[in-house]
């Protein structure tokens, strides 16, 4: 089995900050992609961080660079999302994913790809 548990959302006055949590639980191999994804009430699911298991590489959508930082500890089997100076078009519900047996290509902030997914923690940033 693999399960992927989130957690750390709540919620923040803006200018805020928040350190998400993503764990993996049982046997995963041949892991590729890795990121965070979220989505606000009526809008899509947009890929927010992203990290390449195999080199580090990461990447962000524009309107997080600067502001949010993903890192993963193997040691932990643990994902994290880093986020900082928090505002209120952040608050959304945040899922993670593994991209996990087949490799679509290195570029990872795509919304396409990732078969693994958590339960989601929800952000809630008040201005």
């Known amino acids: 089995q693999v399960q992927l548990v989130e957690s750390g959302g709540g919620t923040v006055q803006a200018g805020g900050s928040l350190r998400l949590s993503c764990t993996a639980y049982?046997?995963?191999?041949?892991?590729?992609?890795m990121g965070w994804f979220r989505q606000a009430p009526g809008k899509e699911r947009e890929a927010v961080a992203t990290i390449y298991s195999d080199t580090g590489v990461t990447d962000y959508t524009d309107s997080v660079k600067g502001r949010f930082t993903i890192s993963h500890d193997n040691a932990k089997n643990t994902l994290y999302l880093q986020m900082n100076s928090l505002q209120p078009e952040d608050t959304a519900m945040y899922y993670c994913?593994?991209?996990?047996?087949?490799?679509?290509?290195?570029?990872?902030?795509?919304?396409?790809?990732?078969?693994?997914w958590g339960q989601g923690t929800q952000v809630t940033v008040s201005s």
């Open positions: 049982g046997y995963i191999v041949s892991t590729y992609c």
């Open positions: 994913a593994a991209e996990v047996g087949i490799f679509r290509g290195s570029n990872c902030l795509r919304n396409y790809g990732y078969n693994y």
